[in-house]
């Protein structure tokens, strides 16, 4: 049959045809995620020079990425995304940084830093950063600060990614 213009009317749709046929089913995907874990501090009093202290929030499964002691992550080999959170209210007007390491050495410029002008005020930042090991490797947050705080919170965030 063929199409004739004339027997269409405007803004009409004609029938539908039939479906053809599915193609092959391609191959599954590969998940991107391989392992996840959180940690967090809640009202806990961070102390200048030193490690954040944490506890687990949610344990990754498959043991990759664990807490070994209350400041040491330990992520196996591979690829991590890390997010992180740290507030703290500042006993006195002042400033704190929270600096990341990996194996010791510090990730500087992935770090947080937040200053008050004002006693008994919150403060607070967040960042993120991408970790690559060939080997087993240690992540920490510390934290450094002119003054006293009280009522610290972290949570930290992290991911391990297919390679």
Request: proline share 5%; hydrophobic share 35%.
């Amino acid at each position: 049959m063929r199409w004739d213009q004339s027997s269409q009317k405007s803004g009409e749709q004609g029938p539908q045809g039939e479906r053809g046929p599915q193609g092959e089913t391609g191959q599954p995907g590969e998940n991107s995620v391989l392992a996840v874990a959180s940690f967090f501090a809640f009202e806990r009093r961070f102390e200048n020079g030193k490690a954040i202290p944490l506890v687990t929030g949610m344990a990754d499964e498959t043991g990759q990425i664990r807490l070994v002691d209350e400041t040491r992550i330990q992520l196996e080999q591979g690829r991590y995304a890390v997010w992180y959170t740290v507030s703290a209210v500042l006993e006195k007007e002042g400033y704190f940084q929270v600096t990341p390491s990996q194996q010791g050495s510090p990730r500087l410029a992935y770090g947080v830093y937040a200053k008050t002008a004002a006693p008994l005020v919150t403060a607070g930042g967040a960042n993120f950063l991408l970790l690559t090991g060939t080997e087993p490797m240690v992540l920490r947050l510390h934290y450094n600060s002119n003054v006293t705080s009280r009522s610290g919170a972290a949570s930290v965030m992290v991911w391990k990614l297919a390679e």
